[in-house]
């Protein structure tokens, strides 16, 4: 590869992640406005419908193995329940609290309950810059959360319920090796969104054609096609840094809700923005160096052969520099190298 393909690779990647952050970051101002018009599970359902259909060209090819998806079945179902049912009817219920910015900044809590959910039920290494960074993201959720508004704190409660949701989902998919991240968004769509889509139309009708078609388009957009770029720009840039780009989604969204919903900015948000961006900024940046273990495992999975964990013979024809996808085996193995921690 030569140094114009890595660095037009490394343009590349950055800009798809950062489109990916800011239409996720858009998702949550524009779901708040839909909230006015859709009870939480049709708005829920729609979102996740729409993030299932806008998924389905990448699905189609590349499909599981029926022994990946045996495999996969109990975290999978795990997943969609909890992240894919029940944190986005939390969070629609949620966002008929509180503004679009306070919502945008509160999602910056799925870092913090990740990290406490990969520390405490998976082992995860949480060093000393991860532990402050989501100390730092805690306290701008209290801030935001603080104040003598019962509503406001009902809808920070919440949405820091739906946080909790997506952190146990980020760890338990973060071990389906055998499935792409857009047939897990499939599933939760499908799954998940038809299940919430049905139980809201039962509640409360039928949603109006055209706020239904804004709530799919706005989870096609959000869900759907911004998990598709981030993977693609994930494979440029390498996970960490594309990782630190998509960080910037609720900030996005913040700054959308104060501009183009013409929202008034408080000084609460403005303090829990600066302390948020630094804290998100502490956890990314944080490389650390430990020893740490590998169980033996054969999985399939885009890979390539220069990260210090693929070091199996690769087919023919296949470049190790690049990334590429086949079966492969991992020896257990306990060593030592710096890497950021997988959140």
Known sequence: MTQLNAGSMMRRGVVRCALAAVLFGVSAPAAS?????????????????????AVLPVVGRSRPTAAAWRRSRSRLAL???????VGPV????????????????????????????????????????????????????????WSGDAQLRWGALLIAAACVCWAVDNSVTAALDDLAPAHITLAK??????ANLAIGVVLDGGPPAATALGALAVGALGYGLSITLWVAGARDLGAARAQLVFATAPFVGAVVAWTVLAEPASWRQLI??????????????SAHFHEHH????????????????HDHDRPAG?????R????HAHRACVHRHPHVPDL
């Open 33 to 53: 406005r839909l909230a006015d018009d859709l009870g939480p599970f049709s708005l829920a359902g729609l979102l996740y419908v729409g993030a299932a259909a």
């Open 79 to 85: 997943a969609v329940f909890v992240g894919g049912a």
């Open 90 to 145: 939390l969070l629609a219920t949620g966002l008929g609290y509180v503004s679009a910015a306070t919502a945008s900044l509160l999602l910056n809590l799925e870092l913090v309950f990740t990290t406490i959910v990969a520390a405490l039920a998976f082992r995860e290494h949480i060093g000393g810059r991860v532990a402050a960074g989501t100390a730092l993201v805690a306290l701008a959720g209290v801030t935001l959360a």
């Open 189 to 194: 769509g499908v799954v998940a969104g038809g």
């Open 272 to 285: 829990a923005l600066v302390v948020a961006a630094v804290g998100v900024s502490f956890v990314i940046g």
């Open 294 to 309: 590998h169980h033996p495992t054969v999985h399939d999975h885009e890979h390539v052969h220069d990260d210090k964990h």
């Open 318 to 322: 296949a470049d190790g520099a690049r």
């Open 324 to 327: 590429h996808q086949h079966a």
